[in-house]
């Protein structure tokens, strides 16, 4: 019988550069649509699973039997249907994944960000969107900001630590992932913290962010937030500086490009203020901030060598010189539409659960919520 693995095994794997093959058993949209990646480069192949009921022999053909074969489906049934197919037709090392496509789109890897003794900072990468939430924890009480949706995650994490969740942030409304900021705050009998200039007149309850606020513990020790309104990417977008010391970016700076600000439709409002933010209140930060993305797009330009995706800002800032080097208005917002790509029609719909709008079953939450982002206002580096 063919063994199982975990979505955390699958990203190990792929972060030790292990010497398995992929096989992909969805069809091939859906696998062009989203597969999986991690910070190496794998060898994928996508077989559809209907190939190897009608002409097993005939599709396996396409695989050495003396190579590890890694099979991924939508659901774990028919990765286990074809990984039991390859082991009858003699391959030696077949697992599937457990759970499916939809445990790797909702994986969160934890990692630690070096920092001052008296308090930890914890960075959730979340491989299969390409984005990252993060911990603050200070004595037994841990703030998190941008939660996904597998709020189980965070209040596993914080139970196993005897913390106790007292603030949930999120830098703005999320239009490429469905956040899990409100459950997580209500489960938590937390505060749920966000910017009014996005949440205003929606379905959520908040606490309102005040431009310049510094947001403490309730045992009033340990390390400030303070809290910087960043519209741009949109008119809410925060920019939490953590201790003087680290900058919880959102999607307003990540560190390869900004945060597109055409993801509202108003492309030339929003991208004349995305400039002004960078220009009056992100520029006038301090170089030596450790820049906290909400996203990344390129592992080898954005990760550390410890897997973190993080940089000072002075080398963020040169990093992206061809966008931070703009000094006219006018030359930015053209820059931002030169650079711009369609935007997936699943956005309009999340942006909507997000604010309370809408409440599809979990089924369908799994489905909009998978993917990645595409929040960056380029790919470019220069
Ligand atoms: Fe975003």
């Known amino acids: 019988m063919a063994q199982s693995y975990s979505a955390a095994e699958l990203y190990e794997w792929i972060e030790n550069g292990a010497s398995h093959i ?28 209907f ?82 939430s993060y911990g603050l924890i200070h004595a037994d009480e841990m703030m ?20 106790t969740i007292t603030h949930v942030f999120d830098t703005h409304l999320q239009a490429d992932y469905i956040s899990g900021g409100p459950n997580l705050a209500k489960i938590s009998q937390a505060e749920y913290i966000v910017h009014e200039g996005d949440f ?9 962010i005040v431009d310049g606020e510094r947001i403490q513990f309730n045992n009033s020790s340990g390390p400030d937030i303070l809290c910087t309104h960043s519209p741009g990417h949109t008119p809410g977008s925060t920019t939490f500086v953590i201790d003087e010391r680290f900058m919880i970016s959102g999607d307003t700076v990540f560190i390869v490009s900004v945060g597109r600000p055409d993801l509202g439709r108003k492309v030339v409002e929003w991208a004349k203020e995305l400039y002004r933010t960078l220009k009056t209140r992100i520029c006038t930060l301090p170089e030596n901030l450790i820049v906290l993305p ?6 080898d330009l954005e990760s550390t060598d410890d897997y973190l995706i993080l940089n000072d800002f002075g080398t963020v800032k040169r990093m992206n010189e061809d ?20 935007q997936p029609e699943v956005y309009d719909e999340i942006r909507k659960v997000n604010a309370g709008f809408i409440d599809p079953d979990e089924d369908e939450q799994d489905i909009m919520d998978l993917g990645k982002n595409e929040c960056a206002a380029s790919h470019m580096v220069s």
């Open 22 to 49: 992929y096989l992909d058993v969805r069809n091939e949209e859906d696998h062009s649509r989203f597969a999986v990646e991690g910070p190496h480069n794998i060898e994928m192949r996508n077989i559809p699973y």
């Open 51 to 132: 190939d190897f009921i009608e002409a097993p022999e005939q599709a396996s053909s396409h695989l050495d039997p003396e190579s590890s074969v890694r099979v991924i489906c939508a659901k774990e049934g028919s990765a286990q249907f074809v990984a039991e197919v390859l082991e009858s037709l003699g391959f030696i090392d077949v697992s599937w994944l457990e759970k499916g496509i939809i445990s790797w789109g909702n994986l969160l890897i934890p990692k630690r960000i070096p920092s001052p003794d008296n308090y930890q900072l914890w960075q959730f990468n979340r491989p299969g969107k390409a984005s990252c």
């Open 144 to 163: 998190v900001f941008d939660p996904s949706r597998n709020i189980g995650f965070y209040s596993d994490f914080a139970t196993q630590r005897d913390l």
């Open 200 to 208: 205003s007149g929606s379905d959520i309850e908040f606490r309102p």
């Open 294 to 299: 909400g996203h990344y797009t390129d592992w």
């Open 323 to 342: 966008i931070y080097e703009i000094d006219d208005e006018d030359q930015f917002v053209e820059y931002i539409i030169e650079n711009m790509r369609e």
